[in-house]
C-alpha cells in the first residue's frame, strides 16, 4: 500500500470512529424515558446526508468530482488535526495544556533533527516557555517544509 493510501485509510478509520463515538455519546447522554411517557423515537439524523449535504455546496443533489476532492480534503485535515491533538495530548506528560521545554526536547521531530532542530522559543508565539498546541501545529508544519523528517 502507497503512503498516500495508507494515510487515505487512516483518515477514513478516524472519521468513522469519530463518527461511532458522537452517536454513542449522543445516545449515553440522552435521557431514559419512562414507559408512561416513552413516545416514538424520532428517526436520528443520518450523518451520512449532513455530510453530503455541507459537501454538496451547490445544493444540486449531486456530488461534483469538485465538491467530493474538497470535502474529502477536508476529512483528511480535520483528522489530521485531530491525531496531532492526540500527539499534543500525549506529549503534554504533566497535563497542563502546554508543552514545556523539556517535553518540547522530546519530541520525536525534535530528536530527530538533532543538533539542527529550531529552539522552542522560534515557536513560542505567546513568550511563557509553553507551547500550546497552536503553537506545536507550527512546529509541525515547520518541521515538515523545512524537510526535518
Same mark, same amino acid.
Given at each position: 500500500?502507497?503512503?498516500?493510501?495508507? !494515510?487515505?485509510? %487512516?483518515?477514513?478509520?478516524?472519521?468513522?470512529?469519530?463518527?461511532?463515538?458522537?452517536?454513542?455519546?449522543? &445516545?449515553? +447522554? +440522552?435521557?431514559?424515558?419512562?414507559?408512561?411517557?416513552?413516545?416514538?423515537?424520532?428517526?436520528?439524523?443520518?450523518?451520512?446526508?449532513?455530510?453530503?449535504? !455541507?459537501?454538496? +455546496?451547490?445544493?444540486?443533489?449531486?456530488?461534483?468530482?469538485?465538491?467530493? !476532492?474538497?470535502?474529502?480534503?477536508?476529512? &483528511?485535515?480535520?483528522?489530521? *488535526?485531530?491525531?496531532?491533538?492526540?500527539?499534543?495530548?500525549?506529549?503534554? +506528560?504533566?497535563?497542563?495544556?502546554?508543552?514545556?521545554?523539556?517535553? %518540547?526536547?522530546?519530541?520525536? *521531530?525534535? &530528536?530527530?533533527?538533532?543538533?539542527?532542530?529550531?529552539?522552542?522559543?522560534?515557536?513560542?508565539?505567546?513568550?511563557?516557555?509553553? *507551547?500550546?498546541?497552536?503553537? %506545536?501545529?507550527?512546529?509541525?508544519? %515547520?518541521? *515538515?517544509?523545512?524537510?526535518?523528517?
Amino acid at each position: 500500500m502507497t503512503m498516500h493510501g495508507s !494515510r487515505a485509510g %487512516y483518515a477514513v478509520c478516524v472519521i468513522a470512529a469519530l463518527l461511532v463515538a458522537t452517536a454513542a455519546q449522543a &445516545q449515553a +447522554t +440522552t435521557p431514559a424515558k419512562t414507559p408512561a411517557t416513552q413516545a416514538t423515537p424520532a428517526a436520528p439524523a443520518d450523518e451520512a446526508d449532513a455530510i453530503f449535504a !455541507r459537501w454538496d +455546496t451547490d445544493h444540486n443533489g449531486v456530488l461534483s468530482p469538485q465538491e467530493f !476532492r474538497v470535502g474529502w480534503h477536508q476529512l &483528511q485535515a480535520t483528522a489530521e *488535526l485531530h491525531r496531532l491533538h492526540e500527539q499534543f495530548v500525549a506529549m503534554d +506528560t504533566d497535563k497542563n495544556g502546554c508543552l514545556n521545554a523539556a517535553e %518540547y526536547a522530546h519530541l520525536e *521531530l525534535i &530528536q530527530h533533527a538533532g543538533k539542527s532542530a529550531p529552539p522552542m522559543a522560534m515557536f513560542d508565539t505567546e513568550k511563557n516557555q509553553c *507551547l500550546d498546541f497552536k503553537e %506545536y501545529v507550527n512546529v509541525v508544519n %515547520y518541521m *515538515l517544509k523545512h524537510e526535518h523528517p
